[in-house]
Structures are given as structure tokens and as C-alpha cells.
């Protein structure tokens, strides 16, 4: 089955304690990207990437890394977590056609994040 | 600047009611793609429908449509037919070829279908 995976789906972290969220997806595609949900301000885009080794900030990427060292896996990690970044994550993947458009998304299921 | 709007937080509806969910986009460009996307009370996120700039063709699925109107910059979303089981947060989406497939999301229209 075509599917982008996320784990863990809830994590409970205390402020400081780096933490890594994993995401993989078995389509063979180019584009992956991070999002993170809040109330009323629908999907941000934390980082994306483009292929193997290319990475590139979104809109909010303060707090966050990644890295694309496999095609298949994109793990987000925040080095030292703070209660603003308690959230729900999104990892997606996209395979891109020709010009580098995006087919659209697929979202894994989602990580609910509490840092306290 | 690039932006999506959703002006519809809530709507309710009773069972079998026609609802329609307005996305107004705002660009320059004129290569983009825009989409739909639903968030199930489960927390997923699927992809509905995908639509580029060039094609203003009206799309039916099934109860779904889609209206896309570059003249007032609107990709409007009808449901025919409500059931319960399209209860779910709704998001309106607009993306850039051409910019590093940036995407920008709408806040989200969430729909309550009554039974």
C-alpha cells in the first residue's frame, strides 16, 4: 500500500530533550515536505525537500531541522524543543512531473506533539 | 504575496443539504495549481482534486464539484447531497511550480453535517 508513515503519532517531551520525528514513504517520490497544524492558522510549512541532499526552509522553519540523506526518509528534528512547538505535524510527499510540478500530497497521519 | 483565504471557520448543515466552500487565492503568477484537501475527524489528510491555472474546466466526482473562476480568483468546492460522513475540516491549497513547489494552505472550512 502507497503510504507516507510518521511516527510516533503522540509524543509527550519535557522543554530541552531533543526529540526526532521519523517519516517515510514508499513511493519513490522526489518531494517531501514537513507542516505543522495549529488552530486557526491552518498548514505552515516548516522545511521541504526536493530530492537526496536538497533541503530548503518554509515558511516557518525557526527550531527545526531536517535532513534527505535517504529518497524515502525525511526525519524532522528539533534540537531542543519548546512549548511553542507543541503542535500537530504533517509529513507529505508529492512525486514531482515534468517542470517540477507537484501532484499533490500525501500526508502521513499525523504526530501530535506536546512539549510541557 | 501568495495567500489563500477560507472566510467559512464553521458550517453546518442537515443531511442531504447542497454546501459549497469558497477559496478565494491571491497571486501574480501565472503558473500555480491549486487543491482541496479533507481532514476526516481522525486527523488524516487526503487529497481531493488538484486543478492548474490553465484549466478553468469545471470537475465532477461523484457529490463532488468544483468550481475554479481565474476572473474572481475563486475555487469554490459544492458537496451535493450531504452525508455525515463529509463532516470534516476542509483546506483550499495553492501551489508554485516554478518557486520550489511551495505550498500555501487556507485556514480550513470545518463542516458539521447533521444527521
Known amino acids: 500500500e502507497a503510504q507516507v508513515t510518521q511516527n510516533p503519532r503522540y509524543l509527550i517531551t519535557v522543554t530541552g530533550k531533543k526529540l526526532t520525528v521519523t517519516c517515510s514513504q514508499n513511493m519513490n517520490h522526489e518531494y517531501m515536505s514537513w507542516y505543522r497544524q495549529d488552530p486557526g492558522l491552518g498548514l505552515r510549512q516548516i522545511y521541504y525537500s526536493m530530492n537526496v541532499e536538497v533541503t530548503d526552509k518554509g515558511d516557518v522553519p525557526e527550531g527545526y531541522k531536517v535532513s534527505r540523506k535517504e529518497k524515502r526518509n525525511f526525519p524532522l528534528i528539533l534540537e531542543s524543543p519548546s512549548p511553542n512547538q507543541t503542535s500537530l505535524y504533517f509529513c507529505?510527499?508529492?512525486?514531482?512531473?515534468?517542470?517540477?510540478?507537484?501532484?499533490?500530497?500525501?500526508f502521513g497521519s499525523g504526530t501530535r506533539l506536546t512539549v510541557v | 504575496a501568495q495567500k489563500v483565504t477560507q472566510a467559512q471557520t464553521e458550517i453546518s448543515v442537515v443531511e442531504k443539504e447542497d454546501v459549497t466552500l469558497d477559496c478565494v487565492y491571491e497571486?501574480?503568477?501565472?503558473?500555480?495549481?491549486l487543491f482541496w484537501y479533507k481532514q476526516p475527524p481522525s486527523g488524516e489528510l487526503v487529497f481531493l482534486i488538484r486543478?492548474?491555472?490553465?484549466?478553468?474546466q469545471n470537475e465532477i466526482s461523484g457529490r463532488y464539484s468544483w468550481n475554479f473562476q481565474k476572473s474572481t480568483s475563486s475555487f469554490n468546492f459544492t458537496i451535493t447531497a450531504s452525508q455525515v460522513v463529509d463532516s470534516a475540516v476542509y483546506f483550499c491549497?495553492?501551489?508554485?511550480?516554478?518557486?520550489?513547489?511551495?505550498?500555501?494552505f487556507g485556514t480550513g472550512t470545518s463542516l458539521t453535517v447533521i444527521p
Open positions: 491549497a495553492l501551489s508554485f511550480p516554478n518557486t520550489g513547489n511551495q505550498f500555501y
Open positions: 486543478r492548474n491555472s490553465f484549466d478553468e
Open positions: 497571486t501574480r503568477d501565472t503558473t500555480y495549481y
Open positions: 507529505a510527499s508529492s512525486s514531482l512531473g515534468g517542470l517540477g510540478l507537484n501532484y499533490g500530497y500525501t
